[in-house]
């Protein structure tokens, strides 16, 4: 990558001036509060791409690289154009149902109660009957094995345009597996983590039928939280048995009337619902662009609350550490030099990053070498690298002690599966290496390399790829509503499965297919896998890219230098 005034360190230590170019500035946003020297004109505001690094002793310890090339403005109007055709047949598709000319599948009111209040609301499932059901064979496929680097799929077939599907009795064998969480590797059926969890099932059983507050604190529970709670580097932690309930439930419990929850636009479902039921005031910042967060603590404090100004009890920053549907990581120095400069809360979400970013594995926080008593609530989940299930808050003994008490989940939610348990304390002890091995380094450090391969060898196809360099969550952009069925079908028919995404999920002109890598994955899945991205690439036209990196053997994980490419 051509370094430019942006991506260099500043001789005296000062914060480097941010190029903002390409099509969404504000992704790459920087303090500007922090800022002590001018901003230097922009040199490639022509450039599709937004590339931005930043590297300098104040507040990041290694480059920060995010790309978000801009969508081809022939790309975006074709794509437009297809929405607006399946727009327009599907509402003659309604037409023809209510005139019973054609076979209605969805569910209806019964005839004697229409004059009740409707229980489905019709123009709210258009987009379903319509749109999603042309390609929903490309989601909800039912899986028979370990959703390791490689798993086996039932095999289905529809005969009425996906609104049914029946099995066939066969089973799609060895499929490699792009698209589940399974980032260090630990979602297998053998090896240690297994062993353990069989033990522990024996021992204990697999439900224990109660609360944490009644009955069901069992010693394993405490064993994982201690066990956590020195992993993160915090005073303690709790576990919760669902990740989404974490977030929804906990959030609640923390902020109410009277406080100010500021939220990244691209925040995880759990989170936004959280928020809601607190019954806070929500304001959301453009997604990691400081200058927008800073501009609404600014407001914040100067004006206060609505109508009365005075001053908010508490004010919340949400944020995730790798946002699953982007790729990007959050920009967490700036984060925590504005939290403390307003002397606002933190509530770091690491869902994705715990386990996979950092050279302990230890998260976003790690991965940026900062301190983690500089959050005030870190949350994250057992579900991803640790290849079980359920959720955990940390933090401050204070905090934890609060919600144990007050925490609907904490409260009423049946305690953790025994079994489940004892997978995350075991891969957990890998990781920090207490198990005697050193499987958890070798695994973090697979990740990381996997990460760099493939991430670089999508970029010298042609591809357009969103995300931070580091993030193991790829997304490939697809754009067309007709790509998003044609690419999944077309590389589960070469034996690999992958999640595509569409409207509404992503914004209308940016369908993509995420990748997500993983350690188990090894060299040669990978370059089976790039192959057949490529050949389907080929065949659907998804090398959009105007900015292709020469290929080079020698330099696996240098960016390259960029060429551009006609269109």
């Not at 794509?79 to 047949?89: Q, S």
């Not at 109410?256 to 959280?274: F, P, Q, T, W």
């Not at 998260?363 to 870190?378: A, E, K, N, Q, T």
């Amino acid at each position: 990558m051509t370094e430019s005034p942006a991506s260099k360190p500043a001789s005296n230590g000062e914060v480097c001036p941010h190029a903002r170019n390409g099509l969404k500035p504000e992704r790459n946003g920087f303090l500007k509060s922090l800022q002590q020297q001018s901003r230097h004109r922009d040199r490639d505001r022509d450039e599709e791409e937004v590339h931005a690094a930043l590297h300098h002793g104040g507040l990041y310890n290694r480059p920060f690289l995010e790309s978000f090339e801009e969508t081809p403005m022939l790309v975006a109007v074709l794509t437009y154009m297809g929405y607006g055709i399946l727009t327009v047949f599907g509402y003659l598709r309604d037409f023809l149902r209510h005139w019973k000319i054609e076979r209605c599948h969805i569910a209806r009111e019964k005839e004697e109660q229409k004059d009740f209040v409707p229980l489905y609301q019709d123009f709210e499932n258009f987009y379903t009957r319509n749109l999603y059901m042309r390609i929903r064979d490309n989601w909800n496929r039912p899986i028979c094995s370990v959703p390791g680097a490689k798993m086996d799929l039932v095999d289905r077939v529809s005969h009425d345009y996906n609104w049914t599907f029946e099995y066939t009795g066969r089973t799609v064998k060895a499929v490699i597996n792009l698209g589940s969480y399974n980032y260090l590797g630990f979602a297998e059926n053998t090896g240690r983590c297994a062993d353990a969890a069989a033990e522990v099932s024996i021992a204990y059983g697999v439900g224990v039928a109660s609360t944490r507050q009644e009955i069901g604190n069992l010693d394993i529970h405490e064993e994982m939280e201690n066990l956590l709670a020195r992993f993160l580097g915090v005073e303690s932690a709790m576990a919760f048995g669902m990740g989404f309930a974490t977030n929804s439930m906990n959030i609640p419990a923390l902020t109410g009337k009277g406080c100010l929850i500021l939220s990244d636009e691209l925040n995880h479902a759990s989170l936004v619902l959280g928020a809601r039921l607190s019954g806070s005031t929500i304001r959301v910042f453009k997604h990691n662009n400081m200058q927008s967060l800073e501009k609404l603590l600014r407001e914040a404090i100067v004006h206060g609350q609505p109508r009365t100004h005075r001053p908010w009890k508490k004010i919340l920053i949400m944020v995730e550490g790798i946002y699953s549907m982007e790729g990007s990581i959050v920009r967490l120095p700036e984060v925590i030099a504005l939290k403390r400069r307003y002397r606002a809360y933190l509530y770091l979400d690491e869902a994705h990053s715990i386990g996979a970013l950092g050279p302990r594995g230890r998260g976003v926080v790690d991965h940026f070498g900062l301190d983690p008593r500089d959050v005030d609530v870190m949350m994250g989940t057992f579900t991803k690298s640790f290849g079980a299930a359920g959720g955990y808050i940390a933090g401050k003994r204070e905090l934890i002690d609060y919600l144990r008490c007050h925490s609907h989940s904490a409260v009423y939610a049946t305690s953790m599966s025994p079994p489940v348990v004892e997978q995350i304390i075991t891969s957990m002890k890998c990781i920090m290496g207490e198990d005697g091995t050193t499987i958890g380094s070798d695994r973090i450090r697979q990740l990381a390399q996997n990460t760099a391969y493939f991430r670089r060898r999508l970029r010298e196809m042609g591809f357009i790829i969103y995300g931070n360099d580091d993030s193991p969550v790829v997304p490939m952009m697809l754009y067309m509503p007709a790509k998003i069925g044609a690419f999944g079908r077309e590389m589960l028919s070469r034996n690999i499965g992958v999640v595509v995404v569409g409207f509404p999920a992503t914004p209308i002109i940016e369908s993509r297919a995420r990748f997500c890598v993983s350690a188990a994955h090894s060299r040669e899945l990978l370059d089976q896998a790039l192959s057949a991205i490529s050949e389907v690439g080929d065949l659907l036209q998804l090398k959009y890219s105007r900015h292709r990196i020469q290929p080079s053997g020698a330099r696996p994980f240098d960016d390259g230098v960029y060429e551009d490419v006609d269109d």
